[in-house]
C-alpha cells in the first residue's frame, strides 16, 4: 500500500494533510525518514512513525455513530430501520462488504454514542460483565431529583436483579438533568434506576462509552471512523 493511503486510512489527516507530514519529514519508515508520499510500503510488517507516534496496521475498522432516536441498535431486523441500515450508506467503499457490528445496544428511543466493529475480541471485551466499561448518560427525568434519589442512585438500588446495581456516579446539571456514571449494563438499566427512585426517564444521550467520548461535532445520525488515538485507548483496555 502506498504510505499516504496507509496514513489516511489511520486517520492522521486527508489525503493532502497526510502528503504534507510526510514532505516535512514527519514520517518514518523503519527509523529512516521517508519523503516519498508513493513509498510502497507492507503495512503487516513496516514499523511507521509519525509525529512520533507508531502507527498500528489494524485488519478492523470502528466507527463511532451519534445514534439518533428512532433507529434499533441491531444488524438486521423485519421491521425497524437499524443503526447498520444508517451507517452502511455513509462507509468508503472498502468498508462496505465488513460485517460490522454494534458493541452493546442502545433503546430505539436513546441517543448518542454508539461504537460499530468487526472486531469480535474488542466487543467481547467491552461488553464482558465483570470489565464493568464505564457508560455516562445524560438522563433526562421528568421530576425534579431529590438530594435522597441521588444518593440512591449514586450507593446503588434494586431494579429487580440478584443484587441492587453497583455504585454509581452522578453530577447534577440542574433539578431534573443528570450525567450518571454507571459500571454495568443492565437491560434498560439508567431507564429501570430511575423508575426506582421513583422518576421517570424523559430522554437519553450516552456520551461516553469507556474511554470514547461523543464527538460533538458528529450530527445526530452521523458517523466517523475513530482516530488511531481512540483505538490505541480501546485497545489498551485489560
Ligand atoms: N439504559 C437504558 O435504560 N437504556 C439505554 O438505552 C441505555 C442504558
Redesign the pocket.
Known amino acids: 500500500m502506498r504510505l499516504d493511503k496507509f496514513l489516511s486510512q489511520l486517520n492522521m489527516g486527508s489525503r493532502n494533510d497526510v502528503k504534507a507530514l510526510i514532505r516535512q519529514g514527519k514520517v518514518t519508515v523503519n527509523d529512516k525518514t521517508e519523503t516519498a508520499c508513493d513509498r510502497k510500503i507492507d503495512e503487516t510488517v513496516d514499523r511507521i512513525v509519525c509525529n512520533g507516534q507508531p502507527l498500528h496496521y489494524s485488519p478492523y475498522v470502528y466507527y463511532m455513530m451519534n445514534k439518533p432516536a428512532g433507529v434499533v441498535s441491531s444488524t438486521t431486523d423485519r421491521a425497524e430501520r437499524t443503526v447498520l441500515d444508517l451507517l452502511r450508506p455513509l462507509l468508503p467503499t472498502q468498508d462496505q462488504k465488513r460485517e460490522l457490528v454494534p458493541v452493546g445496544?442502545?433503546?430505539k428511543d436513546?441517543e448518542g454514542l454508539l461504537l460499530l466493529t468487526d472486531d469480535g475480541a474488542l466487543v467481547h471485551r467491552m461488553l464482558a460483565p465483570k470489565k464493568h466499561v464505564d457508560k455516562t448518560?445524560l438522563v433526562t427525568c421528568a421530576l425534579p431529583l431529590s438530594d435522597a434519589s441521588v444518593c440512591a442512585l449514586e450507593n446503588g438500588v434494586e431494579i429487580g436483579e440478584k443484587q441492587p446495581t453497583l455504585p454509581a456516579r452522578v453530577t447534577r446539571v440542574n433539578d431534573t438533568v443528570i450525567y450518571l456514571t454507571i459500571h454495568e449494563g443492565k437491560f434498560?438499566?439508567?431507564?429501570?434506576m430511575l423508575t426506582a427512585v421513583d422518576n421517570q426517564?424523559c430522554a437519553?444521550k450516552?456520551v461516553q462509552f469507556g474511554p470514547l467520548q461523543l464527538d460533538d461535532t458528529l450530527a445526530s445520525g452521523a458517523s466517523r471512523a475513530l482516530t488511531a488515538e481512540e483505538i490505541r485507548m480501546l485497545q489498551a483496555l485489560k
Open positions: 445496544r442502545l433503546d436513546t448518560y434498560h438499566q439508567v431507564k429501570r426517564v437519553l450516552r
